[in-house]
């Protein structure tokens, strides 16, 4: 829905659009790293005590997606007992895609 159709919204100011969605449910992880290995490679290196490099070097930002869409950058950060992230770049729209 572009956001022309959604001003015109019959009945429907900014404010209450945003109440409305106020609530909607998003899901929000946060990118280590990836690997890619084919299934033969993958039960090979599979159990306990194994370690799995990835793509990323310690230090490198982490990636903050919502829904499956890269939004920011991030290091990760100790919250207590908890693990964290601190937002260090937010993503243009074009490079987030």
Excluded at 17 to 45: H, M, Q
Excluded at 64 to 80: D, M, Y
Aim: net charge negative; hydrophobic share 40%; charged share 25%.
């Amino acid at each position: 829905m572009s956001q022309n159709s959604m001003d015109q919204a019959p009945g429907m100011d900014g404010e209450s659009l945003k109440s409305l969605l106020s609530d909607v449910p998003l899901e929000l992880a946060v990118e280590l790293g990836r690997i890619t290995l084919n299934l033969g490679d993958l039960a090979a290196r599979l159990g306990p005590g194994s370690v799995i490099p990835l793509n990323k070097t310690t230090g490198d930002k982490l990636d903050v997606r919502v829904n499956g869409r890269l939004v920011a950058r991030a290091e990760a950060v100790a919250v207590g007992e908890r693990c964290g992230v601190r937002i260090v770049e937010i993503v243009s729209h074009s490079e987030g895609e």
